[in-house]
T-cell receptor
Framework: AQKVTQAQTEISVVEKEDVTLDCVYE???????LFWYKQPPSGELVFLIR??????QNEISGRYSWNFQKSTSSFNFTITASQVVDSAVYFC???????????????FGKGTKLSVKP | NAGVTQTPKFQVLKTGQSMTLQCAQD?????MSWYRQDPGMGLRLIHY???????DQGEVPNGYNVSRSTTEDFPLRLLSAAPSQTSVYFC???????????FGDGTRLSIL
């Protein structure tokens, strides 16, 4: 069965520290997609990245980077030189290449609450 | 572009009442979905639709109905509200399945 595990419930860091948010997934599909979303205190959900199962290249976007490793079923997210504005709940999610239109259905982890203190 | 618009933003109901949460998108997206978010639970899929006239159940569909008569609108109906349905509800849409989803701002619903 499909599952996403974010073992870190809460993380607290001081500004300018680097922080890595862990995500481990389970799926039997060979084609699947992984996502990260950010939920700031205001409550909206903001899309950060999508990765498909055939693309294991790491991605860097400014202070954000993602490490996708199929061998360990992990899709970890690193924030370099964290800032107070990074404080949010971060969700990792999985969608499978399902049938009958279910391809878009997201399976979310329970989220990691990141607090960045000045 | 308004994106995904949810109304209302807040609602309080009494047990047994019915209501409809509205969701509209102006991006001509085929795929739309409803999630509920409960503390410590992440988001869970209630219902989804891959196009007008086509809907299906997600992980937690009991107590909810949906319909999709147009591409733009995807309302979620609570048939007989129960305290267990107290939650924050998010509507989302994407061009097609597996594309990044755009989320509405959410509806915070309390059932007394």
């Amino acid at each position: 069965a499909q599952k996403v595990t974010q073992a870190q419930t809460e993380i607290s860091v001081v500004e300018k520290e680097d922080v890595t948010l862990d995500c481990v997934y389970e799926t039997r599909d060979t084609t699947y997609y992984l996502f990260w979303y950010k939920q700031p205190p205001s409550g909206e959900l903001v899309f950060l990245i999508r990765r498909n199962s055939f693309d294991e290249q790491n991605e860097i976007s400014g202070r954000y980077s993602w490490n996708f490793q199929k061998s360990t079923s992990s899709f970890n997210f690193t924030i370099t030189a964290s800032q107070v504005v990074d404080s949010a709940v971060y969700f990792c999610a999985l969608s499978e290449d399902g049938y009958g239109g279910s391809q878009g259905n997201l399976i979310f982890g329970k989220g990691t609450k990141l607090s960045v203190k000045p | 572009n308004a994106g995904v618009t949810q109304t209302p933003k807040f609602q309080v109901l009494k047990t047994g009442q019915s209501m409809t949460l509205q969701c509209a998108q102006d991006m001509n997206h085929e795929y739309m979905s409803w999630y509920r978010q409960d503390p410590g639970m992440g988001l869970r899929l209630i219902h989804y639709s891959v196009g007008a006239g086509i809907t299906d159940q997600g992980e937690v569909p009991n107590g909810y109905n949906v319909s999709r008569s147009t591409t733009e609108d995807f309302p979620l109906r609570l048939l007989s509200a129960a305290p267990s349905q107290t939650s924050v509800y998010f509507c989302a849409s994407s061009r097609k399945g597996n594309q990044p989803q755009h989320f509405g701002d959410g509806t915070r619903l309390s059932i007394l």
